[in-house]
Nanobody, 118 residues
Framework: QVQLVESGGGSVQAGGSLKLSCVAS????????MGWYRQAPEKAREMVST???????TYDDSVKGRFTISRDNANNTLYLQMNNLKTEDTGTYYC????????????WGQGTQVTVSL
């Protein structure tokens, strides 16, 4: 059974930093594209950042220059370093791994809450 477990969320003031982690178990994800998504209250889930097996990164325009995605294949772990956090970054952050033939991610974590206040 594949599990993705996120951690590192919390409450910070605007301008602060957090580092999210996502540990995968039950499957070796080094051969998979992985990503971070977030969902704010009453809003649709949106892509924050993705990273390919070769290390190619993509970012939503709203987080470029502030967030950095990385992966540690040896430890089956995905990270998201978030700096200069803004109130609009508030939401539940989800880790996703492995895109299926349908083009959708196969595996999702349960989410970790990030709350940014003034």
């Amino acid at each position: 059974q594949v599990q993705l477990v996120e951690s590192g969320g919390g409450s910070v003031q605007a301008g602060g930093s957090l580092k999210l982690s996502c540990v995968a178990s039950g499957y070796i994800v080094s051969g998979c594209r992985m990503g971070w998504y977030r969902q704010a209250p009453e809003k649709a889930r949106e892509m924050v950042s993705t990273i390919s097996t070769g290390g190619t990164m993509t970012y939503d325009d709203s987080v470029k220059g502030r967030f950095t995605i990385s992966r540690d294949n040896a430890n089956n772990t995905l990270y998201l370093q978030m700096n200069n956090l803004k109130t609009e970054d508030t939401g539940t952050y989800y880790c996703a791994a492995c895109i299926s033939a349908s083009g959708l991610y196969e595996y999702w974590g349960q989410g970790t809450q990030v709350t940014v206040s003034l």
